[in-house]
């Protein structure tokens, strides 16, 4: 039981810290070519978790190739996707679309894992989404309806991406642990995304002498939380519990996303944004039919009476 609230908290983490990719990356997007990045993020992210994992590395020989498919949906065609996405459109309209991916996910989970839908997570899911429109309509109000067709729609790619790769997950954790099936993930992604970026470097070489912090901060963050810590932390969570419960978690990206303007962009917190906030932690709420953090309140506070 102490496990499965664990991996609450390790999605938390991982949506808050995918919540604040949009607008970070966008950013750094400007400096560094698509290919370029997602090469970079994924190569060293696979060198800093090899040593990890590296004696629980070995995959039945019929598993490979669902292995390599898995891989090229959660990182080569998620990433490449998003990315492309990301220079098209606002990331406001990126960090929407995303926000849709639970919804994906309970319909994906019902058809091909035959995971229950139960009445909580139908009300949750519709409290999450009335907690997203609200944040969505103030920062529409805000800032006016921009409509980008082809950008959105190649998010909307990024997300079916992630979706598969979501259930192609739960097939792979019944018999391998999340952490190796993260370093497969970014090492077959790394490799698919070389060629790409090579051509790259080959056309442009001088992006890497002319790159301002906010760009080498995008990339540190893109390896270090977007990639490595971000990822092993979904994978490890979404091991733990059915993917239609993980797949709620997605609803924070929006609540991060704004947070992360208000730091980057000094925006301020409002009203409508709170409101939202609550409703979307209040959908949490009935989808996991309890408060995520009250077992492990109890055991904190056992082992300090002790």
Not at 40 to 49: E, P
Not at 226 to 232: D, F, G, H, N
Request: contains cysteine; aromatic residues 16%.
């Amino acid at each position: 039981m102490r496990n499965k609230h664990f991996a609450i908290l390790a999605l938390i983490a991982a949506s808050i810290i995918w919540g604040l990719t949009g607008p970070i990356m966008k950013q750094t997007l400007f400096y560094v070519p698509i290919f370029s990045l997602a090469f970079i993020r994924f190569a060293v992210a696979s060198v800093v978790i090899f040593p990890f994992v590296a004696n629980r590395l070995s995959i039945d020989k019929k598993d490979v190739l669902l292995l390599i498919i898995y891989a090229l949906f959660g990182v080569t065609f998620n990433i490449t996707f998003f990315f492309w996405g990301l220079t098209l459109t606002s990331a406001l309209n990126s960090g929407i679309i995303v926000s849709t991916i639970p919804i994906f996910t309970l319909l994906a989970a019902e058809l091909f894992l035959k995971e229950k839908v139960t009445k909580n997570i139908v009300i949750g899911s519709l409290i999450g989404m009335l907690g997203i429109g609200i944040i969505i309509g103030r920062s529409f109000m805000k800032n006016g309806v921009t409509l980008s067709p082809l950008g959105d729609f190649i998010i909307l790619l990024a997300m079916f991406s992630f979706v598969v790769h979501e259930m192609l997950s739960k097939k792979l954790f019944k018999k391998y642990s999340a952490f190796p099936l993260s370093f497969y993930a970014f090492f077959i992604g790394a490799i698919s995304f070389f060629p790409a970026a090579l051509y790259e470097f080959s056309q442009n070489s001088s992006w890497i002498n002319n790159l301002p912090s906010s760009a080498i901060f995008g990339i540190v963050y893109g390896i270090f939380f977007s990639s490595l810590t971000a990822y092993c932390l979904w994978h490890w969570g979404l091991s733990k519990m059915d993917a239609t419960r993980a797949g709620f978690f997605y609803y924070l990206d929006p609540i991060a996303s704004t947070i992360g303007a208000v730091v980057i962009l000094s925006e301020k917190i409002t009203q409508p944004f709170v409101l939202g906030a609550i409703l979307i932690f209040l959908g949490l709420f009935f989808a996991e039919g309890r408060l995520p953090y009250h077992h492990l309140l109890q055991h904190a506070i056992g082992k300090f009476k002790k």
